[in-house]
């Protein structure tokens, strides 16, 4: 089965510029998930989906990123407007197998954001 | 509130050696835990997990890890390393499947 696609896999912008990335998750997956894991750390939970809606936000920073999931199936991911520190990778990971793989999460390749 | 500790920032091993990853964790309830490998510029690859069972789990590439309830730790372990094992590897915990909370990563170097 193909694996949980994003795009960009790179973007570089300016401070205060906005900024948009995008996941396709495995099909029939119904949990999706954002992360941000800054260089050095491990992936931070940004905010979570069950179908087309959220189920824990509670690390999202709400004045600048937001992020939709329409028809419960593809993702977006906003920065609007960017900071020096959201210079991170972005990984999109979704959940929903069957029988003994409904636990684990698939993750995408990321994308790599520089704020300049 | 869940935590993860990989006590060791990077783990070096001379290829055909054992090698071990540890961790340690921090959770109310039954802990599911997960191994993901990371190689450059790629995402996470799940390696293994736990959730009930039996206390050793195999995973992929012939890992696997021991689940020691007293001790709360899931090390990884691997018998035999190979120089393609290099990269970096992330423990991580959740409470009855719910959010998961990720170490901070070892870097795993195996020399030829």
């Known amino acids: 089965e193909a694996g949980v696609a994003q795009s960009p896999r790179y973007k570089i912008i300016e401070k205060r510029q906005s900024v948009a990335f995008w996941c396709n998750p495995i099909?029939?997956?119904?949990?999706l998930y954002w992360y941000q894991q800054i260089l050095g750390q491990g992936p931070k939970l940004l905010i979570q989906?069950?179908?087309?809606?959220?189920?824990?936000d509670s690390q999202l920073p709400k004045d600048r990123f937001s992020a939709e999931r329409l028809k419960g199936v593809d993702s977006t991911l906003k920065i609007q407007p960017a900071k020096l520190e959201d210079s991170a990778v972005y990984l999109c990971?979704?959940?929903?197998?069957?029988?003994?793989?409904?636990?684990?999460?698939?993750f995408g390749p990321g994308t790599r954001l520089t704020v300049l | 509130a869940q935590s993860v500790a990989q006590p060791e920032d990077q783990v070096n091993v001379a290829e055909g050696n054992p090698l071990t990853v540890k961790c340690t964790y921090s959770?109310?309830?039954?802990?599911?835990l997960f191994w993901y490998v990371q190689y450059p510029n790629r995402g996470l690859q799940f390696l293994l997990k736990?959730?009930?069972?039996?206390?050793l789990v195999k995973g992929s590439y012939g890992f696997e890890a021991e689940f020691n309830k007293s001790q709360t730790s899931f090390h990884l372990k691997k018998p035999s390393a190979l120089v393609s094992d290099s990269a970096l590897y992330f423990c991580?915990?959740?409470?009855?499947?719910?959010?998961?909370?990720f170490g901070a990563g070892t870097r795993l170097f195996v020399k030829a």
């Open positions: 990971a979704s959940r929903g197998g069957t029988g003994d793989l409904v636990d684990t999460q698939y």
């Open positions: 099909s029939g997956h119904a949990t």
């Open positions: 989906f069950q179908n087309n809606g959220v189920v824990d």
């Open positions: 959770v109310s309830g039954n802990p599911y």
């Open positions: 736990y959730i009930t069972g039996d206390n």
């Open positions: 991580a915990v959740s409470s009855g499947g719910f959010k998961t909370i």
